[in-house]
């Protein structure tokens, strides 16, 4: 079923702190679980990562990320007097619903927060108001709203916020509850809830219609999982949360057509995979019902911007590109040079080069006698290739290497390919410098080498 699984504010959150252990390796502290799944948590906890409760359980000075549900400022606050460097990693949606209760707040309103108590989101957004000495009163049910005793001023406003995981068609129940019993009572101009929820649980209504059993893939922490287990069952259909494949029972297929499969806005797509490969392995056919297609994206944290961009100019500083002989047709040394250095700052950006304190490369043009020459004496061949590069250091202090082009041969290839010379040689020297970091000739690197060219020829 389709949309499922990673939203823009899940896959925003985990690159953070990837993006993190790259810029300041292990260990990063990480303020609750980034996102609410084991596979993924596991995952990072392998790179480095340490997954913490409270602020108080991060070491003074410290890294740390703040996950994705969003924290109140005391947590700030006291992050702040630990001297702990902090990014914030707090899905922007969850960040506008922190705005509107400091909003409301200001405005002299009064909140009504629908969600769980307790749900850490919950007690980020609640907190904004602690800071103005205001408890807000959580409401998850028509019930609760019975119950509802509010001390108002005349006229006074009711803002309606809700937890953005929240099931949809249970908040249209408390809201009209909350509309039917006080005036006044208003909801912010765009809907708390997040896209990826109200898709995912739109998605799985469809979906539950058209099978016999639904299985959604999700930690049991997952709120936007559970409810969509909730809305399923909600449409008549056995409903069961799994985080992997051990999760199934066999006993629940017995006698069931049609599965349904579904996931969370946390679950990688890998174990879901691993899931529809299960069935197909057991000759069920599968099918991908798509309701609508996502292409929402959030830019990283603006704290986060500031450390790569430091990083990254700290080490341009420590780029030397040497040109030592050879003639360069059409081509000028500095353009070749200002190539270089564009393309090893866009892997520095993108985080696809470790941090050396140095880094010296020096390129050479020379003809088809000596390429033919090099390619006997170090690989024993008798072949006349394009380019050779050859990497002298890789230690954490320094990376050194040397590209040794054959203008001639570059020359040939790239009339045989139709291509320009330009683009030829320029694509060898992309080529050479991944082997030089550490890249070995595959998909991968040839992916990578393909992403560069594109993106250095529209800069």
Not at 238 to 260: R, S, T
Request: aromatic content about 6%.
């Amino acid at each position: 079923m389709s949309p499922r699984g990673f939203c823009a504010g899940v896959t925003r959150s985990i690159n953070v702190v990837k993006d993190v252990l790259d810029l300041f390796g292990a260990p990063v502290y990480i303020k609750h679980a980034i996102v609410h799944n084991n596979t993924v948590i596991r995952d990072l906890e392998k790179r480095g990562a340490i997954i913490v409760d409270e602020v108080k359980d991060i070491p003074r000075g410290a890294v740390a990320v703040f996950s994705a549900h969003g924290s109140p400022p005391e947590h700030f606050e006291q992050a702040k007097k630990r001297g702990i460097k902090v990014i914030d990693a707090t899905c922007p949606l969850v960040t506008k619903v922190h705005f509107e209760m400091i909003s409301a707040l200001k405005k002299g309103w009064q909140p009504v927060y629908i969600g769980h108590k307790g749900h850490v989101e919950a007690v980020g957004v609640l907190g904004e108001a602690l800071v103005y000495g205001v408890n807000v009163p959580v409401v998850s049910s028509v019930d609760d709203v019975g119950k509802l005793k509010l001390d108002l001023d005349d006229g006074q406003v009711i803002m309606v916020l809700v937890q953005t995981t929240f099931n949809v068609e249970k908040v249209k129940k408390v809201i009209k509850a909350l509309r039917d019993k006080f005036e006044n009572v208003v909801e912010p101009p765009e809907k708390d809830i997040c896209y990826a929820t109200t898709n995912r649980q739109s998605a799985i209504k469809k979906l539950a219609q058209e099978v016999d059993l639904v299985l959604v893939v999700g930690s049991k922490e997952s709120s936007n999982s559970n409810r969509l287990v909730e809305v399923a069952k909600g449409e008549g259909v056995p409903a069961y949360l799994i985080e992997n494949l051990d999760d199934i029972d066999e006993k629940w297929l017995k006698g069931i057509d049609a599965v349904g499969l579904s996931a969370g806005a946390s679950a990688p797509e890998t174990v879901v995979r691993e899931i529809v490969d299960y069935f197909t392995d057991k000759g069920i056919a599968k099918r991908n019902l798509i309701d609508k297609e996502e292409q929402m994206f959030f830019s990283e944290p603006l704290e986060l911007k500031k450390m790569k961009k430091a990083r990254e100019d700290a080490l341009m500083e420590k780029i030397e590109i040497n040109f030592n002989k050879g003639k360069l047709e059409g081509m000028t040394e500095k353009f070749l040079v200002d190539f270089i250095v564009n393309l090893l700052r866009l892997l520095i950006k993108d985080g696809k080069i470790k941090i050396y304190k140095k880094i010296v490369l020096s390129v050479a043009v020379v003809e088809k006698e000596d390429i033919k020459k090099m390619n006997k004496k170090y690989r024993k061949s008798d072949s006349v290739t394009d380019v050779l590069s050859f990497c002298y250091e890789n230690q954490d202090d320094l990376l050194e290497g040397e590209i040794i082009l054959c203008d001639s041969v570059i020359r040939k290839n790239a009339r045989e390919d139709g291509v320009s010379f330009e683009s030829e040689f320029l694509k060898n020297i992309v080529h050479s410098v991944l082997h030089i970091i550490g890249y070995e000739h595959g998909e991968e690197m040839f992916a990578l080498q393909e992403l560069l060219l594109k993106k250095l020829d529209a800069n």
